[in-house]
């Protein structure tokens, strides 16, 4: 059992736990929140209704041509809306994930592991195709790795309680 001595209160303390979870949960729906946020101007542009795509200063970036690049659109439909609907189960997962409902609990953790996919998937083929990044894909591809993190951190917490 550890102290606080040793800086991890977690499994002696099962109130500093139950503060440490909700913050975690919380921070995991606030990447998820950026995640959307940064696709709604990509989904925006690819519809059409917006003309232009800002980036940073930096030869690296060129939001414009990726989210308008032929590759950009699956089934037809252009992947930041794609983005929008699937984050938007991701979100709909984490708020409904409690200790008590295990099925949701691994829906969650399978639709995080093809979110982490997908954003890497997405991050390489814009370096090795395109030799640039779209800076808004980016700001997503980096939420989804603290989503994963953060709700990672739940679970782990979640297992020394129960333990």
Request: aromatic share 4%; with cysteine.
């Amino acid at each position: 059992m550890s102290t606080e001595s040793d800086g991890n209160i977690h499994e002696a303390n099962p109130v500093a736990l139950m503060q440490v979870n909700p913050l975690h949960k919380g921070m995991a729906i606030a990447c998820c929140g950026a995640a959307i946020a940064t696709l709604a101007p990509v989904a925006l542009m690819q519809l059409k209704l917006l003309k232009r795509l800002p980036d940073p200063p930096g030869r690296f970036f060129d939001s414009e041509k990726i989210v308008t690049s032929e590759d950009a659109s699956r089934f037809g439909i252009p992947d930041g809306v794609l983005g929008l609907g699937s984050y938007g189960m991701t979100l709909a997962l984490l708020i409904a994930a409690k200790p008590s409902r295990p099925f949701v609990r691994k829906m969650l953790g399978a639709k995080l592991a093809l979110d982490a996919t997908v954003a890497t998937r997405s991050v390489r083929k814009q370096i090795t195709k395109h030799g640039r990044i779209c800076s808004w894909c980016m700001g997503a591809a980096i939420a989804t790795a603290g989503m994963v993190y953060f709700a990672r951190k739940v679970q782990d917490s979640e297992r020394q309680h129960s333990a």
